[in-house]
């Protein structure tokens, strides 16, 4: 039992500061949509990404993600740099401590 504790104890040392929640996120009744741009559009290295955020009891604002990788520095309008391919873009709720929240919308797009 130490061990599950310890290794519990471990998981939420590591994932401290990086918004994301080492456990289930908190589903606190937030709701993001992607309006802009549509699944499977092609887009160009830098896009305006339009969402609406719906917050819930916890929600102040909105986290992007890009193939997995979370934008530190993301001004909540556009994704630059990305390479051509095909790129999945993530918007995840998260709270005033930087948590994600389960609120999360996703879409494809290829990068001409």
């Not at 990404?49 to 916890?58: A, D, F, I, P």
């Amino acid at each position: 039992m130490k061990r599950v504790a310890a290794v519990l104890a471990a998981v939420g040392v590591l994932t401290l500061g990086l918004g994301i929640n080492g456990f289930a996120a908190t589903d606190d009744g937030s709701k993001i949509t992607i309006t802009s741009p549509a699944a499977g559009a092609k887009v160009g290295k830098d896009i305006e990404l339009v969402y609406e955020l719906t917050k819930g009891s916890q929600a102040t604002h909105a986290h992007c993600f890009v193939d997995g990788e979370y934008q530190k520095g993301w001004d909540k309008k556009t994704v630059k740099g990305m390479s051509p391919g095909t790129h999945e873009i993530k918007v995840v709720a998260a709270d005033k401590d930087h948590q994600t929240l389960a609120a999360e919308a996703t879409v494809k797009v290829e990068v001409q």
